[in-house]
């Protein structure tokens, strides 16, 4: 049995192709974008000479198109509509390409690392652009999408949890002593005879964060604020209750009540895009292992001349 046949059955095998064949993909699907938006002028213009070096050298747009590639998606187009800045990536491929036929004329190509590194270089490129076609035919349809989401989402319900959260308002009084106390229990009473909390809060709360907001700390979960805090809150029951002072690190609290929630969980239209998107990855992730492993089934590996290889050399 050859090697790599009996590593296939290993889980971690499998999951270093997985792996593999991810971070391949990634820049696949990337280039296969990016392909997509530099070809606004491919199709006419893709032969046609930018520019002439010496003897049949030249640059033409696929060249160019081709270099934008490197560039931001979002930028490419403002890149090719400014004529100063394609005249300059015009410029260097030239240089770079009258470069390499000086380097092929003095026999640099000759040297096996570095024709290799040039085979190895095409490989990449075109076989990114053959997963890439791969990938376009394996894209699930939207029903195939949304029942693999649907499934996923039923089978892992707990991920989907919202956890009880409650909505409170305060007012906090920095701790210096006695008359903070006092103060707090002079502002609870203009509560009681029903005065404005989110007044009372903006003039007199020292937490800037929620004072701007009449003291509103929007929804939170058990646990998320100081013992005290929490204690005093889970005292409230109904909507509008308000706490008597509550001391902490931070000084004097009023707390009102606002609303709970029970704890719940997301619809499913909640995170649907998610979903989808995470079934799509999985469905083309699933189809290029067993792509992978195919190639793979019947390589050799020539043992002796790997660990040859793998012998520091000696001096």
């Avoid at 934008?68 to 090719?80: F, K, W």
């Avoid at 015009?90 to 092929?104: C, D, G, K, P, Y």
């Avoid at 319900?157 to 305060?170: D, M």
């Avoid at 006092?182 to 003039?203: C, D, N």
């Amino acid at each position: 049995m050859h090697y790599f046949q009996q590593c296939e059955s290993l889980p971690v095998f499998r999951r270093a192709v997985t792996y593999f064949v991810a971070l391949i993909i990634s820049v696949v699907m990337a280039q296969h974008s990016s392909a997509q938006t530099a070809e606004i002028k491919s199709a006419p213009l893709a032969s046609a000479a930018l520019a002439r070096g010496s003897g049949d050298l030249m640059v033409n747009a696929a060249d160019v198109l081709s270099e934008l590639r490197r560039a931001p998606a979002a930028d490419r187009q403002t890149i090719l509509s400014q004529p100063d800045s394609v005249r300059q990536i015009v410029s260097n491929l030239l240089v770079r390409r009258v470069l390499a036929a000086q380097a092929v004329r003095d026999g640099a190509d000759a040297d096996p690392v570095l024709a290799a590194t040039l085979a190895i270089a095409r490989d990449r490129v075109l076989s990114d652009a053959r997963l890439a076609r791969l990938d376009a035919q394996n894209t699930p349809n939207d029903a195939a999408l949304d029942a693999y989401a649907r499934n996923t989402y039923q089978a892992n319900a707990s991920k989907f949890e919202i956890p009880a959260q409650t909505r409170a308002r305060h007012i906090l009084l920095a701790k210096s002593g006695p008359e903070s106390l006092q103060k707090a229990k002079e502002i609870l009473t203009q509560l009681r005879a029903g005065a404005s909390f989110e007044e009372l809060a903006k003039a007199n709360s020292v937490d800037p964060g929620s004072a701007v907001r009449g003291g509103d700390l929007g929804f939170f979960e058990a646990g998320k604020m100081v013992p005290s805090f929490d204690q005093a809150l889970s005292k409230l029951s109904k909507p509008g209750e308000l706490s008597e002072p509550i001391e902490s690190e931070f000084g004097y609290h009023l707390i009102r009540l606002e609303e709970r929630k029970e704890r719940g969980l997301k619809s499913y239209d909640e995170v649907r895009e998610q979903l989808l998107a995470q079934a799509r990855a999985a469905i083309l992730n699933e189809s290029r292992v067993q792509l992978v492993l195919t190639l793979t089934k019947d390589f050799v590996f020539e043992s002796e001349a790997i660990e040859a290889l793998a012998k520091p050399a000696t001096p």
